[in-house]
Structures are given as C-alpha cells and as structure tokens.
C-alpha cells in the first residue's frame, strides 16, 4: 500500500487540523483565557474580517503559561464559528421544537419550572461558565426554586472537595504553579496530567528534565507522565485510598514527619493515628499490590527529598474513596510540613474549567459561596438575610445523584446550563433515560446537543470567548475573561442574562443584574476571598511587557505581547495583594484538622465483568512499530494493540499469548487487541496503553461541532474478555 509508513514514533506524522480560516490573515486580536481545562492559560486569538477566531497564540509573559498551549488550547476553539449554532430560542410543542421569541421562551421556562420549586427542582452548570454565571446559578436554585440540588457538571470525584475543605478549611489547592516549579519533590496520584492540564504538567517534565525535581507517579496506568517518574508504584485499579494510608503510616513509622510543624499548626493526631491502625506494610502491600520496598521508598523520597508537592485528579477511585484518598494526601502534607511554604502544597487537579470557581461561587449541593457550610444556621441565616429571601437548610443532591433521583422520579425538573462529556460517557449512568424521566427540562447550549434535544426549552447560549467575566483556575487565580467575539446571528445570550430572566419571570429577588461586573461586585461583598478581586482592578493592573518595535520583524507570539493581565489568587483583601501560598501562617481555622482514614477494600466485580481494565496512553512507544495509513485525506494509526493480561486470568480463559482478544466493558464499549500474557500486571487486572496519535485521530474524525469538550477520559472500566475467532479479528 503506498499510503502506508512505518515510524518508530508515529505521533509525530499526525496533527490536528486547525480551523479552515487558518490561512487567512488577521484583522485584530483580542487576549482573553482559555476555557478548555483549569491551568487557566492566557491566549492572544486572531480574528478575521468576517469575526471568526482563526487562530489562538499563547502569550508569551503570561504567569500561568509562559508561552505554552496544549492541544485543546490550541484546536479547541473553533466550535465557536461552526454554523450549526443555535441562534434562536427553541420551545418543544407536541413534540416538535418550533422557534419563538425571547420573551415567549422566557415565559415558557419559568410557569414549566416553578412548580417543582424544592427538592423536585435540580440545577448542574458547565465548568465552562463564568464565575458571576455561576454564583448567579447558584442563588437561582436556593431563591427562585429553594433547592440545594446544584452543581457543577465535571464534579465527578466530590469527596476532593469534602476533603481539602476538612482538613485545610478551602476546597482549594494550596500552592502556585511557581511552587510546582521550584519543588524538590513532586508526586502526582492518579492523574493524565500530560492531556488534562498540560501546562501543570510541562512544569514537572521541565524541572525533572533539569534534575532539579524528582518525581513519584502513583497510577495503575501508563500514561506520558510515567515516563519521565523516578519511582512509579501501580496499585490495582481502585486502591489509591488504601495505598496513600500506607504512605503516610510509613513516613510516621520511619519517624520522617515534621513534628514541629504537626504540633505548631494541626489537631487531632491521636485519633488520626487510631484511623492508621489497619493500614500496615504487609496489608497495604497485599491490597494494592505494590511492595513495601516500594512504599517505604516513595515515603522516605516524599518526606525527606526536600520542598515537596502533590498533584491528584484521583481517576482510578473507586465511588466513595475519594474522600478517603484525599484526607490522606492532605494528612501527608501536613505531617512532612509541605503546606504553606514556598515550593510546597497540594494542587487538586480538577477537570473542569472553572470547576474552582463553581467551588467559591456556591455551586456545590453541600456549600454556600466562600465555602460556607450548608445547614449552618449561621451561614444560612447570613445569606438569607443578604438576598432577601428564603433559603433551604437542607443539604442538596450532587451532579451523579441528581440523575439517580431523576430516574427514580424524585427529581422531576432539571435546568442544565452549557453541555458536557459527563453527560453521555456514563459518568453519572443513564443520563439519556433521566433526562426522558424528567416533567420539564431547560437547556442552554451553543448546539442542539442530545441533551439539549431533550428540552423542553432549549436557549441559544453564548460561548466563553464570547462573553465578559471572570474565570478561576487550579491555583486560585482570578482572571479577566475578555469579550473576543460577538455572535453574528440571531438573538445568543449569555447563561447569565437566560438564568437572570427566568428568575426574574418567577417573581424572585435579587436578579436585577444589568452586567456581569455588577455580580461581581456582589461576590466582593459577600465573599470575604475575593473582596479585592474586581473587574476594573484586574484590567488595571495589566502588566506592560517591554519588547522591539512592531515594525521590525517578529515572532508572532513577541509581536502580540503588550499587556499581561496576571490576575489575582485568593484570598484577596480590598487594597491588597493576592495570595499566591495558601495557609503560609495559618490553616482557615487556625490548625489543620488531620482527617480520619478508614480501610476500604476494593469492591467486587459483577460476574459479568469479572476483570478491571486500566487503560493508559502515551505519546509514543519507541518500542513498537505501527503503521500510518491515509484515509480520506487523514492519517490515522493502525496497529494491534496489546491487551496485557495476568497468566492466571488468561489460563482460566484458555488464552494464549498472541490470541485476538476483546475487552468489553460495562458500558459496551469494545476494546480490540492482542493478548500479552504478563506478571507485571495483578490477577484481575487487563492493561491496554494506547497512544495519543489515535486520540487525535477521533478528534479529527470527530462529527460533533465542540469535539474537545467530548473527550473520552481514561477512568478504570469493568470489563470481560473474549477470544476472538479468525473471521472476528
């Protein structure tokens, strides 16, 4: 075949295609930050004459970035130009959507909405909106329909958030991306850095590249960041919590921890020690797989290599672990004394965009704005106060208990603002049959998404760089999100406006907002962390960098470098600093609170789906040939993949080493390759590490209008495995 070539690194004879304007010149630029995952990059867009965004340059002096963009930075944005945008509001009438005006769709969402005005009402917002959109959410759900059934779509591991909020006081992370930087030590849990939060992972790669960082991976999988790990534990897939416990019982057993520290600034060791009891070497080693050698050697590097960090996105958890997980990381923090100082801290590695921000902002079944408790009569007799109207007491329902109760017919009307991937990849189960189980269904979407098609009232809602506002990123720096575009057809507004005419419909107070800087002048007052954050302070406190003149030639990237608007990291007093260090003198209230741990054993697999798949993937495997095949103008990776199975699983199934085999998980999805027969992985596990090439060939391939924001995650997956016949492979 003369379309195909051999590469001992494919990937790097694949490529993403940019939008089909990137060959036309610029008409202006605009500098804003980009909403596709929450490191928070600043990028200069290029705009053509007819306003479409043709190309997005990441700014070379920004704080965050210095210069970079990942992949989805780069290509992501080019939903914003696509023609099938919704445009105009859309109501359902015998089943059939019809378009109608603002006023018509307005009155339409808000009589469908009102009766189920309590714990029948459920409110789950993008990651990608705003913060002054998510705290007007937010007050929607608790003062126009007395619910605490909100939430943000990407919070798929809640017990991140419970725990940093226990143990620290903020469900926040600790430390900059300057501190990551300038760790001796870092340690990164359960994490596909390298593709979610690119720019945090560069940071690590550049400083182990430079010997000036050494590095702990703790993953079942292989993903890009494994390779580059001084030390590498694989614990079975949905032991994290158990093998976390026993690193931190090892430091205290080796006496590696800062006393000093643990007596000046936490509480609550003795009953944390009591919690340790279950957890030790040889039972923590035999649930997790990872030997004590290895343990004791991640413990002593943690503890004792110097200014340490630790980075978590927890995705091999199992449900309900979380919380367990994260109050371990937090206790070793404290324990060793990296929070606080410099080149030390803990950074949860959220997915969602400005999942930090729906934090602060409220959207959260258990918190109010500022992270304050739900059911505090205090708290709830403030708030109630401050908005002028009733609030409920009750804690509310998460993003994946809300489709539990949906389906169940407790929860009966739902508003979803903006789509997401959790939506259709089983996260939250059968959304699609929650969603048909609902009496009324609002949804602003960009796109007639099949979330939005189930609509009762589907609005057509503006995109981010669209809009005007603020956005928060992993370490809590408040950004300037800077209007680039406007939409040049029909009647697209921002979920801002949509949510504030609703309640307004409704009859409730308080939404009389006119711009999202008046929001934000709110938050100031009722949320002491961002009472010196403003719009105008933001803009005002842009930093010139000085570079050539323009009429001399330049690199693009210098050439659009004038202003940087840095931002400001909470907690941020009027007339002061930010805080690029959490907790430098004091934990919120005072002391950390070392969290209790509790054994939890990996729960049983269905007969069915007998065997755990940990699926992993890396940029390139020098080992492997593959070929490289042109289809319809594209080139795409084909190759056999290697399902690694234990040698007692693949006796029990009678297969082979080389046999066709396929994994089926769970939710049906199929994973073709080739049996490898090895110990290195555990009974009941079937490893598969794929490569980033063939993620940017679905991309390409891709038929949705917003394909970054569909992006299949690599979580551990239940599967079973068959034998394929000649005819099958």
Not at 490 to 495: E, K, P, Q, S, Y
Request: glycine share 8%; net charge negative; aromatic share 6%.
């Amino acid at each position: 075949n003369p379309h195909v070539k051999f590469s001992k690194e494919p990937v790097k004879n694949l490529s993403i295609d940019e939008t089909k304007f990137k060959w036309e010149t610029a008409a202006r630029t605009e500098q804003t930050i980009c909403t596709e995952c929450p490191v928070g990059c600043t990028l200069t867009y290029e705009v053509n004459r007819w306003d479409k965004a043709i190309r997005a340059i990441p700014e070379l002096n920004a704080p965050v970035n210095l210069g970079q963009a990942c992949f989805q930075g780069k290509f992501g944005f080019d939903y914003v130009n696509d023609k099938r945008r919704i445009t105009q509001p859309l109501v359902k009438r015998e089943g059939q959507f019809v378009e109608t005006s603002w006023d018509d769709a307005v009155r339409a969402a808000a009589d469908g909405l009102a009766p189920y005005a309590g714990d029948g009402f459920a409110l789950l917002a993008s990651p990608r909106l705003t913060n002054e959109e998510m705290y007007v959410a937010q007050k929607f759900s608790r003062v126009a329909m007395r619910s605490n059934n909100v939430n943000v779509a990407s919070d798929n591991h809640p017990g991140i958030a419970s725990g940093l909020l226990e143990v620290f006081g903020y469900a926040a992370g600790t430390m900059s991306f300057d501190d990551l930087r300038g760790a001796a030590v870092s340690m990164v849990v359960s994490a596909n850095i390298t593709e979610e939060q690119n720019i945090a992972a560069v940071a690590i790669k550049q400083a182990v590249r430079a010997g000036t960082q050494r590095l702990i991976v703790i993953d079942s999988r292989e993903v890009e960041l494994t390779r580059y790990a001084n030390l590498w534990l694989r614990p079975f897939p949905g032991t994290d919590a158990v093998l976390l416990a026993g690193l931190l019982r090892a430091v205290i057993d080796s006496d590696l921890g800062n006393e000093g520290f643990v007596d000046a600034r936490s509480g609550g060791w003795d009953e944390m020690m009591a919690s340790l009891e279950p957890f030790t070497p040889e039972a923590v080693a035999d649930e997790t797989g990872v030997t004590v050698e290895d343990i004791e050697r991640a413990a002593s590097l943690f503890a004792t290599g110097g200014p340490a960090a630790v980075l978590f996105a927890l995705d091999g958890a199992t449900p309900g672990t979380e919380l367990n997980a994260t109050r371990a990381i937090a206790n070793l923090a404290v324990v060793t004394g990296n929070v606080g100082g410099p080149n030390t801290g803990v950074m949860p590695l959220y997915q969602g965009a400005n999942q930090q921000g729906a934090y602060d902002m409220g959207v959260a079944p258990g918190a109010m704005p500022g992270h304050e408790p739900v059911g505090d009569p205090e708290t709830m007799a403030r708030f109630a106060s401050l908005w002028d109207s009733p609030i409920p007491a009750a804690g509310g329902a998460g993003a994946a208990d809300t489709f539990r109760a949906a389906r169940d017919g407790n929860v009966k009307a739902m508003m979803l603002l903006g789509d997401h991937v959790h939506y259709d990849d089983g996260t939250f189960g059968d959304v699609a049959e929650a969603l048909v189980a609902l009496d009324f269904l609002v949804v602003t979407d960009g796109f007639m998404s099949d979330v939005a098609a189930q609509a009762d009232v589907v609005f057509p809602a503006r995109q981010s760089i669209e809009k005007t506002g603020t956005i928060t990123n992993l370490e809590r720096r408040v950004q300037p999100l800077r209007q680039v575009l406007a939409p040049t057809k029909g009647d697209v507004r921002t979920d801002l406006d949509i949510v504030c005419s609703i309640a307004r419909a409704i009859g409730a107070p308080g939404f009389a907002y006119e711009t999202p800087h008046q929001v934000l002048d709110e938050i100031q007052r009722i949320v002491p962390e961002y009472a010196g954050v403003s719009y105008r302070r933001l803009l005002a406190e842009g930093v010139v960098t000085p570079k050539p003149a323009n009429d001399n030639p330049l690199p693009t990237q210098v050439r659009y470098s004038d202003v940087v608007y840095p931002g400001l990291q909470w907690p941020c007093a009027v007339g002061a600093e930010g805080t690029p260090t959490l907790y430098q003198a004091a934990f919120r209230e005072g002391r950390a609170q070392l969290g209790l741990l509790a054994w939890t054993e990996r729960p049983p697999n269905p007969s069915e789906f007998p065997l755990t798949l940990a699926h992993g993937r890396v940029l390139a495997q020098q080992d492997r040939e593959a070929a490289i095949a042109e289809e319809d103008g594209a080139n795409r990776i084909t190759r056999d993949e290697l399902l690694v199975i234990h040698s007692v699983d693949a006796a029990g199934l009678e297969i082979e080493d080389g046999n066709a085999i396929v994994a089926v998980t769970d939710t049906g999805k199929r994973h073709l390759g080739v049996a490898k027969i090895s110990d290195t992985v555990f009974p009941g596990m079937i490893a598969l590490t794929t490569l980033f090439g063939a993620l940017a060939s679905e991309i390409q391939a891709s038929t949705s209008p917003d394909p970054m924001n569909h992006l299949p995650r690599l979580t551990a997956e239940r599967v079973r495995v068959e034998k394929l016949g000649a005819k099958d492979a």
